[in-house]
């Protein structure tokens, strides 16, 4: 049976959650279901690809404050999303699943699924209980490894089942294309030296500055080595790191073998990963980690830390490992990277290694869970309304 399921995020920038409900969506409208992606829109311009399925960009104000934020975000698609009908609605974040967790609250839904990629640790306490009623009040939950399934069940008492994640090898490969040497031009990558990339901008979580130590010295041992930091566009703010990271940057007298570029079209990361020799991962919280996952597609080595979620689902020869907590490990593996020796294993390995993770398998997870709440919808539900499309 045919469902029509609305896929909602947070956001139409390509963060992780985003990333994962896009291709989600393309994958069901692949399999005959009618599934619309759904989002806040702040600048209009859509979400950051066109996507295989229908889309549904709400109008949404730009707004500084992040708790305010946040309400201002419930609010928007809590309001849009009235009179709208679909089979399942489906949050990929806690602010879409407050919006439909107040659907609920006022009986206009029977129910929604969510999927938790990871959690975050508030210190403001609406944030923090925006965040627990985002699991609390689905009638579904998934997430994306056993990490945080078990998370979810010793600390939450809910039960998640793993849905994984997938990557598009049409997208992620090897083949070289006219836009990879493009690409290097227009960023000005300087000829002749080991790329080094990181993806997801600088973030605390995402262990910026024991990479950059890690870089340092790296360059005192060779100094043909340049660092690439792309991406970074996020609700959060991580102004506050970033000054420390740039202040880290301006002492060491290293600037010039640095490039960040800030949010990057989501055309030019297959080029990024395939002009750059290694990805360095060295994250602290992920959900589940994409980036190593699209890299290897692409046949680069990747540097994860040795622990979860990277250890379930990537093997001992499937990556290279650090500890996130020692530059020094970081330094070693990214050394192993360059060697000649471990490119040239994972131009073959990595794909193969990306092989196993698909988004057909990962959609056929959903399924169960849909049709439950399919089943659980009213025949009194208020019919869709008309839907204003993303901008193309």
Known sequence: MSLSI???????????GVVHGMALAETLCDAGHDATLIAPDVTGSGFFRKPRCATWCIPA?????????VERRIGEIRDALRGQHF???HAQDPISANALADLVQEGRIPGFARTVHHLDHFTHPVLAARQERGIRAAAELFTVSTMWEDVLRNDHGREAPVVGNGVDPVRFSPVATAHDAALRARYHLPAGQHLILSVGGIEQRKNMLHLLDAFLALRREQPDVHLIVAGGASLLDHSAYRTRFMARLRESGAADHVTITGPVADEDMPSFYRQADVLAYPSVTEGFGLCPLEALACGIPVVVPAAPPFTEHFSATDALWCQPAHPDTLFMAL???????SRDHFRLSGPATARRFDWDSVASRHLPAYRRLAALQHADVPASGVLSPCPK
């Open 87 to 89: 089979d399942v609605l």
């Open 335 to 341: 050394r192993d990277a360059l060697r000649v020796e």
């Open 61 to 69: 104000a730009s707004v500084p404050d992040l708790p305010t934020l």
């Open 6 to 16: 609305g896929i909602l995020t947070h956001s139409t920038n390509p963060r992780g």
